[in-house]
């Protein structure tokens, strides 16, 4: 039944990821103001691992020293690429935050890239972001455009060791298995932050919708597309993530998209579907 659940073609597990990560925010934006970026973030990675873990089940003593390599830093990543994105935001707009953070993505794309059509995408890609960039003069943190940068420093090994994880172990028992160690990074900054100090079943509750929405189902839905998509192709598919958060402020937060945003919009899906339609099998 698990096999079929996620029986998805590469292309589409990457944007059912994106609108599901996507609807998780705006729960999380609403439980920042309760318990902080770093109570959110173990709430949503820890019930993540316990959901993750029940479901595919792992055998833990049946992974190879091999795979251990792998898994370990990979999950090591996925927790501080989601702890630091948080502190990001809780300083910076989200859409600029996204912006900075997928500099680790393109970063992928431009190193795994050999054609000259490749780099087409890449800049329509740049060019997006650019344009869905809020570059006014404002008084914009700078530890938080700090802490952005390095969640995609993070999103980029992500990447990376996703694809060679996805290898070597089934997708499931990958992404629980490095749940698990995201998990162990992350609990103890919500328990040092004491975001973790006064939860209720609301939260429990919240933590929950956030952990499937933002955690489970699209990790879940990216490994499988890690293994089957070249990392380049992957990280321009992942350029969607800018313009989802300007439609999804648009959905949830009545935001109008400014023609700067609707160019950003335009640049990206030409970049995510020109990748995908050119890049070799």
């Given at each position: 039944m698990q096999k079929k659940l996620f029986n998805i073609p590469p292309v589409p597990a990457v944007i059912l990821a994106?609108?599901?990560?996507?609807?998780?925010?705006?729960?999380?934006?609403?439980?920042?103001p309760a318990i902080g970026a770093a109570g959110t973030a173990s709430l949503r990675i820890g019930i993540s691992a316990i959901i993750l873990l029940?479901?595919?089940?792992?055998?833990?003593?049946k992974i190879t020293a091999n795979q251990w390599k792998f898994v370990i830093p990979y999950g090591l990543s996925l927790g501080a690429m989601n702890l630091i994105f948080y502190l990001a935001i809780e300083r910076i707009p989200i859409g600029l935050a996204v912006t900075l953070e997928f500099v680790g993505p393109l970063l992928v794309a431009v190193w795994g890239s050999k054609r000259l059509i490749d780099f087409l995408w890449i800049l329509l890609a740049a060019a997006g972001i650019v344009l869905i960039a809020p570059w006014t003069n404002n008084g914009i943190d700078i530890l938080g455009m700090?802490?952005?940068?390095?969640?995609?420093?993070?999103?980029?090994?992500?990447?990376?060791?996703?694809?060679?994880?996805?290898?070597?172990m089934k997708g499931g028992d990958a992404v629980a298995t490095g749940m698990l160690f995201a998990s162990i990074l992350i609990i103890p900054f919500g328990i040092l932050g004491k975001g973790l100090n006064d939860l209720t079943p609301t939260?429990?509750?919240?933590?929950?919708?956030?952990?499937?929405?933002s955690s489970a189902i699209p990790?879940?839905?990216?490994?499988?597309?890690?293994?089957?998509l070249p990392a380049k192709t992957f990280s321009?598919?992942?350029?969607?993530?800018?313009?989802?958060?300007?439609?999804?402020?648009?959905?949830?937060?009545?935001?109008?998209?400014?023609?700067?945003?609707v160019l950003a919009v335009i640049c990206v899906v030409i970049a995510s579907a020109g990748s995908t339609m050119t890049s070799k099998a």
């Open positions: 994106i609108i599901s990560v996507q609807s998780g925010a705006a729960i999380a934006k609403g439980l920042f029940a479901i595919y089940r792992p055998n833990l003593f700090l802490f952005a940068l390095l969640a995609g420093g993070f999103w980029a090994a992500y990447i990376v060791l996703g694809g060679k994880t996805s290898k070597i939260f429990f509750y919240l933590g929950t919708s956030l952990a499937l929405l990790f879940t839905l990216e490994m499988k597309a890690l293994g089957q321009i598919l992942m350029s969607l993530e800018p313009a989802a958060t300007s439609i999804c402020a648009l959905i949830f937060l009545h935001e109008l998209l400014s023609i700067n945003e």
